[in-house]
């Protein structure tokens, strides 16, 4: 249901009757959300051959892949090489690692939190955690200085105290 109710405004004018609208707000929700993220989160005996695939409610905005991030081990660990794709409605973005997992691994999905979507709106992110997902703070990158981990403190990936989200799982 619309947040705006349906009135509608009915004036007469030098005998032309005319009908306004009492609300031009919009009737989709303001912000998205990350809805899914695969492997799930802390998933264990997940294939090495496995894609990261995170699936957001609205159409994010074009370039937000290079906030998504895949680590062996934890945050500070190395990063993964792989190339991200979005689908034709930029709401979901699929990551293929270029080379196999390492076998009996955890491994991080980091995604930015300060990824704004299509409109330009900031994510709503307090249901991440639902997900299973952890917040990143700058603690757990070695500090807030740019460089440690390389580039992962900047806008895209931070909002407020906060160096976006991340969800472990374990390959096979």
């Given at each position: 249901?619309?947040?705006?109710?349906?009135?509608?405004?009915?004036?007469?004018?030098?005998?032309?009757?005319?009908?306004?609208?009492?609300?031009?707000?919009?009737?989709?929700?303001?912000?998205?959300?990350?809805?899914?993220?695969?492997?799930?989160?802390?998933?264990?005996?997940?294939?090495?051959?496995?894609?990261?695939?995170?699936?957001?409610?609205?159409?994010?905005?074009?370039?937000?892949?290079?906030?998504?991030?895949l680590?062996?081990?934890?945050?500070?660990g190395?990063?993964?090489?792989?190339?991200?794709?979005?689908?034709?409605?930029?709401?979901?973005?699929?990551?293929?690692?270029?080379?196999?997992?390492?076998?009996?691994?955890?491994?991080?999905?980091?995604?930015?939190?300060?990824?704004?979507?299509?409109?330009?709106?900031?994510?709503?992110?307090?249901?991440?955690?639902?997900?299973?997902?952890?917040?990143?703070?700058?603690?757990?990158?070695?500090?807030?200085?740019?460089?440690?981990?390389?580039?992962?403190?900047?806008?895209?990936?931070?909002?407020?105290?906060?160096?976006?989200?991340?969800?472990?799982?374990?390959?096979?």
């Amino acid at each position: 249901m619309s947040a705006c109710p349906s009135r509608t405004t009915v004036l007469a004018v030098a005998g032309a009757v005319l009908a306004l609208g009492a609300c031009s707000e919009s009737t989709s929700p303001a912000v998205a959300t990350l809805t899914a993220v695969s492997p799930a989160p802390n998933a264990v005996a997940v294939a090495p051959s496995t894609t990261v695939t995170l699936t957001f409610d609205h159409a994010m905005t074009p370039g937000m892949e290079q906030y998504i991030d895949l680590h062996q081990g934890g945050i500070t660990g190395a990063t993964v090489p792989m190339h991200c794709a979005w689908n034709a409605g930029m709401t979901t973005a699929t990551c293929t690692p270029t080379a196999p997992l390492a076998p009996g691994t955890q491994h991080t999905i980091h995604v930015g939190c300060g990824m704004p979507d299509a409109h330009g709106h900031m994510m709503e992110m307090e249901g991440w955690t639902h997900r299973g997902g952890e917040w990143a703070t700058s603690g757990m990158m070695g500090g807030t200085h740019d460089g440690h981990p390389v580039g992962m403190m900047g806008p895209g990936w931070s909002h407020g105290h906060h160096y976006g989200m991340l969800f472990t799982f374990t390959t096979a």
